[in-house]
């Protein structure tokens, strides 16, 4: 999609906000004062795609695709906004890299960053995305997500190698899996890049949500010296963010 496209699906969003009982296609290119065919071309995509709904009367509204990600804008800021503290706090005691990073089309997304002195040089950064089944953040989604909606994503994932260490029989992961869920954090064992040591707990909203997951990472030798420590302060924080986004925590 180009640039002038990109500018009119936006502009089209915006105006519809003002017109809860929609428009036709006629009408929005007259208002955005762009030709008819290619108005009705976007449109038509954004239709297609669950952006925009249309009625009998061929007038357009915003669709239920934009509530999706309406909500999920909504949860990383509040994300972002209550676990920020907590995630500076935990840097500043582990004197590692602490990352946070949400569920997005069965990918890890990156939502927080927080380096110290001593972080040491990593390809993971706030907006990039990341493979869940080698990752320690993407293993405590898998770990602590409903068996099916893990099953599915299983089904649909290739476990291509990333380096040595990289786990590619599905079996070998879910038993792995079945441990992490049992201790309540997840590991990553140079298995996304070499010489980096994982170790990643999940956030949970009200209603038990999955609603994201924090990691600490490091060089390994430095990271299992101080393994347990680690584990238990990255816990007590996952814990406090979960509660302060309506978790009553049971673990």
Known sequence: MSVKSAKRVLEIFELLTSYPNGLTIKEISGLLSSPQSSTFNVVKTLEDNGYLTSDIG?????GAKLIEIGNSAMESMDLSKIGTPHLTELGQYVQETVF????????LFYISKIDNNRSIRTTAQPGFRKPLYCTGLGKAFLAFMPADLRDSILERTELVPITEKTL????MLEAQLETFYAQGYSIDDEENEEGLYCLAAPVFGAGNKLMAAVSVAGPKERMTSRKQDIIVRLKETTKR??????H????
């Open 58 to 62: 061929k007038k357009y509204t915003l």
């Open 100 to 107: 946070m990073a949400v569920l997005s089309d069965e990918e």
């Open 168 to 171: 590619t029989d599905r079996r």
């Open 241 to 246: 963010i979960s509660a302060g986004l309506g």
């Open 248 to 251: 009553n925590d049971s673990r």
